[in-house]
Every structure is written in structure tokens, then in C-alpha cells.
């Protein structure tokens, strides 16, 4: 079973638990991202990377084996047994920190948006989010930051090919870059975190 800073808990039967996150950690055991439990353990099983305990000691893909998969933990049906999923990775040659500057993505534009029409402040669901272009494409409107928000689709046909100014309607906020750090965004894109996490997004 998962158990989160929130206290959420995720059934170790789940069928997708090869899609589980996993912080990644730099060399000097500062966060840089998030990967699948799926890549985090071919990381670990070809050397590239050490998963580290609940003690913070780091132990190479034959020594995790070992450890037992305890009710609490997440469990990789292996031929021989099971292999308990890292909750932390660190990556023993990785050096760098991730750029600050934030990738233009849809992903990123929900995120900033919290997943909120801007014009009519309403949280629809995914599904019924669009990005809308302030000023629009058919007048050179450009994909920029400062021009793409999240509308729902009542609101995107609404709007139209007009700015809102021309279809009387205001935006919720003006849409800017988003300056995250890079801990900011790892909670951002994962809201519910291991505990195990805890230490290394707090010093990161």
C-alpha cells in the first residue's frame, strides 16, 4: 500500500504499479525529477542509479533485492520473488540541476491554470479544458505564455476568433511565465508525495 505526506493510500495490487513515481536525485542528492517506477528500475538494475531506504543509505540493484517488501511498500512481481519499488533513487554520475526556465507545454499551462477555465473560473475536468490563444491565431497570435490560457470549451466557443475584450469577456488573471523551482514543480506534477520524499524536497 502507498502511503503519501497526505495520507492517501494505493493498493499494492494495482495493476499499474510499474507507473508509480519515483524522485529522482542528482549526484549531490538534490531532487531533478520524477520518473516512472518502470524506468526507475532499469536505472537501478544497470548501475546507473542506488535506491535509498527509509535510512537514507543507498543500496545497489543485489542488495535491494534483498530487502524484504514490507505491507506498506509496492511490489514488482520478479520469476524468483518480488522486488520492493524505490520510493527515492539517487543517480550516482548525474551532476546537473534542471533548467528554471519552464517547458511551454500543455501539461505545464493546466498546472499554472490549476486546471481552471480563466474566463469562467470553473474546473470542468481535463477533458473539457481547451488552450485558448488571448489574442487568436487568425491574427497572428503567437504561442507564448502571455497569450495561451485554459478555457472550457463553453468558453472557447464563446470567444471565438475575438479577443476577450471584443466577446466581453475578462480574464481571471493575466497569464504569465511561470517561475517555478524545481521542487515547486515536482509537487505541482505529483500532489500527492511519498513521505519518503520529505527530506530531500525540503532542503531542495
Not at 12 to 24: A, E, K, M, T, Y
Not at 131 to 138: T, W
Not at 143 to 168: F, I, Q
Request: proline share 8%; hydrophobic share 35%.
Amino acid at each position: 500500500m502507498r502511503t503519501t505526506i497526505d495520507d492517501h493510500p494505493h493498493p499494492r495490487s494495482s495493476p499499474d504499479v510499474l507507473s508509480i513515481p519515483v524522485l529522482l536525485l542528482n549526484r549531490f542528492f538534490a531532487p531533478v525529477a520524477v520518473a516512472s517506477a518502470r524506468r526507475a528500475l532499469v536505472l537501478l538494475y544497470g548501475g546507473a542509479a542506488r535506491a535509498v531506504d527509509d535510512a537514507g543509505e543507498t543500496h545497489d540493484f543485489t542488495d535491494w533485492r534483498r530487502l524484504p517488501v514490507r505491507q506498506l511498500d509496492d511490489g514488482v512481481p520478479l520469476v524468483d520473488g518480488e522486488v520492493r519499488v524505490p520510493r527515492v533513487l539517487h543517480l550516482v554520475r548525474y551532476e546537473r540541476l534542471p533548467a528554471h526556465r519552464v517547458r511551454l507545454t500543455r501539461k505545464n499551462l493546466l498546472l499554472r491554470d490549476d486546471y481552471q477555465c480563466q474566463y469562467c473560473g470553473r474546473h470542468p475536468g481535463i477533458r473539457e479544458l481547451n488552450i485558448d490563444h488571448v489574442l487568436p491565431r487568425s491574427r497572428l497570435g503567437e504561442d507564448t505564455w502571455e497569450n495561451l490560457v485554459v478555457s472550457c470549451r463553453s468558453c472557447n466557443l464563446k470567444k471565438g476568433r475575438r479577443t476577450p475584450l471584443e466577446a466581453k469577456m475578462k480574464l481571471l488573471r493575466p497569464p504569465r511565465e511561470p517561475n517555478w523551482s524545481t521542487t515547486r514543480h515536482i509537487l505541482l506534477l505529483t500532489k500527492q508525495p511519498y513521505v519518503e520524499w520529505g527530506p530531500f524536497l525540503a532542503a531542495g
